[in-house]
C-alpha cells in the first residue's frame, strides 16, 4: 500500500519559515520523481517544485530563491524548505510522487501565511 504522509504545515506570519515533510512508503522511493504541489481555494493546482531521482530539481518561478526542494533516499522522505513566506503562499501543500505509469498524492498539509 502506498503511503504519502506529509507534515509541517501551520501558520505562519509574512517572511517567517515552514519545513514541509513528507514520508513515502510502499514505493521503490528512490526510483520517483518526487514533487510538491499546492492549491489555493478557486484556484488550481500548480506545480510548486519537482526533484526527479537524479537530483534535478524545479521550481514554479514565484517561489524561485525563497523555496528548496531535498531528499533522503534512505530515509525515503522530501523536503521543501520554505522561507520569506509570503500571503501567496498560502495554500494546501501536496505531496506527489511520480513515474510515467504511477503518479501518487499525499493527503496535504495547510499552509497559511498571515500577520
Known amino acids: 500500500q502506498v503511503q504519502l504522509v506529509e507534515s509541517g504545515g501551520g501558520l505562519v506570519q509574512p517572511g517567517g519559515s515552514l519545513r514541509l515533510s513528507c514520508a513515502a512508503s510502499g514505493i521503490t522511493f528512490r526510483l520517483y520523481s518526487m514533487g510538491w504541489y499546492r492549491q489555493a481555494p478557486g484556484k488550481q493546482r500548480e506545480l510548486v517544485a519537482r526533484i526527479t531521482s537524479g537530483g534535478n530539481a524545479n521550481y514554479l518561478d514565484s517561489v524561485k530563491g525563497r523555496f528548496t526542494i531535498s531528499r533522503d533516499n534512505a530515509e525515503k522522505i522530501v523536503i521543501l524548505q520554505m522561507n520569506s513566506l509570503k500571503p501567496d503562499d498560502t495554500a494546501l501543500y501536496y505531496c506527489?510522487?511520480?513515474?510515467?505509469?504511477?503518479?501518487?498524492w499525499g493527503q496535504g498539509t495547510q499552509v497559511t501565511v498571515s500577520s
Open positions: 506527489n510522487a511520480q513515474l510515467p505509469l504511477n503518479n501518487y
